[in-house]
């Protein structure tokens, strides 16, 4: 069958944009990316982490850092990067946070940061990563999502709602995109150890390092893929978990993860 996205195998020379670049998956791609001859644009919060990599290949890394929630520092980064490079190839959006939260420990600043970081900023990027990539109707830009926006989880009051929303976002990316020659891939990670699942309190299957989610990434973009998941034995199974019933879903869910009412009704008497 034919990919539905342009398959991407030989990087040398192409123009990569990471946002989100400074740590786990998004710093383990830019290495495995130089390695493979690419010209890769970093972006983050943290100018001296980017800079750390950036000294692995000093000539084909540009150091750009900005804020994801700030636009106008984004567009700032974008103009940097087209006065050098007059054009991208690749956009790779990776930037994220994730904070742990379940309804009876909701808090409204954690949820709001959450969704402005993983949802609101995506649209920062795309104000200013759209029009170049339509212009040159080439191109492609990648959404790292997750697997926890496949169905609703404990402790992802916040963090899987934003993260569902990006899967709605890349199938409508692609409609509007794959016409005009640009491709979009949406990226949909299981656990990767990075400082960000370190917050979990449970046992996390099939936990893989950065390293690994980067070479299941760089083999999803060469075959084409339009969502590139992974590890498969965990995500298949999470896949499966989305044609069941409602019923039958929350019954195996509570089973396995011992999410139940008891944590809550802790919470609920500790108040009283």
């Keep these: 069958m034919r990919s539905l996205n342009e398959p991407i195998r030989d ?4 123009r990569v944009w990471i946002v989100g670049a400074s740590t786990g998956i998004g710093a383990s ?17 943290s100018a001296a982490a980017l800079e750390e990599i950036a000294r692995a290949a000093p000539d084909d890394v540009l150091v750009l850092p900005a804020d994801v929630t700030d636009a106008k520092g984004l567009r700032r980064a974008h103009d940097q990067l087209m006065a050098r490079w007059e054009g991208i190839d690749l956009v790779i959006w990776n930037a994220g946070t ?7 420990e909701f808090d409204l600043d954690a949820a709001l940061h959450t969704l402005d970081t993983n949802l609101t900023a995506v649209y920062n990027g795309l104000s200013v990563a759209l029009p170049t ?4 109707r080439q191109g492609g830009i990648a959404l790292v999502a997750s697997v926890a926006g496949y169905r609703g989880l404990p402790r992802s009051l916040a963090y899987g709602p934003s993260k569902a929303a990006l899967h709605n976002l890349a199938e409508s990316l692609y409609m509007d995109l794959h016409p005009l020659g640009v491709s979009t891939y949406l990226i949909n990670p299981g656990f990767v150890r990075t400082r960000l699942v370190a917050r979990n309190d449970f046992h996390m299957p099939a936990l893989i390092d950065p390293d690994q989610a980067s070479a299941h990434i760089l083999e999803g973009l060469a075959a084409g893929r339009f969502e590139i998941h992974f590890p498969s034995r965990f995500t298949r199974a999470l896949k499966l978990l989305r044609l069941l019933p409602y019923r039958a879903y929350f019954a ?3 089973s396995y993860t011992g999410s139940d009412a008891a944590p809550a009704q802790r919470a609920h008497d500790a108040l009283r």
């Design 252 to 254: 195996l869910v509570r």
């Design 98 to 104: 994730y904070t742990p939260m379940r309804a009876h």
């Design 29 to 45: 791609l830019a290495h495995a990316l130089l390695r493979a001859g690419a010209r890769v644009a970093l972006t983050a919060r």
């Design 133 to 136: 990539l339509i212009r040159q």
């Design 11 to 14: 990087w040398r020379r192409r």
